[in-house]
């Protein structure tokens, strides 16, 4: 239950700044939060990561789908010690910024980004975003310097 309700949350939060980004920034287009670092400037994402898949929208939902079903599978097998609640952590990371970017697609047609770093070339971005970056970036931590072989041989540890 605590898992689902912290998903929730995290897909709220992404929800209402984007909310709060369409309201206040699409009139304006852009805004400068420090100068030279960071401007929240709205724009109409209709691809992935990257602009990429652009007017691709139905292939975006299924391969968003096909993901976020693929983390709820393996959330739900691995085992339920504390020592893997890093990684269950991770996941719903993951699954609350895919969720996030597809209720978007699916209201809207396409993902609310107003992030924009301005001290280097980088995508505007959103909290959804921020989610599946910090959720894959402790996934792989986790993988290569923490969890060992036989942690990560779920198939093996259901047998058992």
């Known amino acids: 239950m605590i898992p689902i309700l912290i998903t929730i949350l995290l897909i709220l939060l992404d929800q209402g700044t984007k909310l ?17 670092f960071l401007d929240l400037t ?11 898949l652009s007017g691709q929208r139905w292939l975006i939902l299924v391969l968003t789908g096909v993901i976020a079903g693929a983390l709820i599978y393996f959330y739900r097998t691995l085992p339920k010690k ?45 909290v959804a975003d921020i989610y599946v970056v910090a959720g894959v970036i402790l996934m792989v931590l986790l993988i290569v310097f923490v969890l060992k072989d036989e942690d990560l041989d779920l198939k093996k540890k259901k047998d058992e």
């Open 20 to 36: 709060w980004a369409l309201g206040s920034l699409k009139p304006i287009h852009s805004m400068t939060v420090v100068d030279g």
């Open 82 to 126: 504390k020592a893997y609640l890093p990684l269950r952590a991770a996941l719903l990371l993951v699954l609350s910024g895919a969720v996030g970017n597809i209720i978007d697609r699916v209201c809207r047609g396409y993902v609310v980004d107003f992030f924009e770093f301005t001290f280097f070339d980088w995508p505007v971005f959103n």
């Open 42 to 52: 709205f724009v109409e994402n209709r691809g992935v990561a990257f602009g990429m």
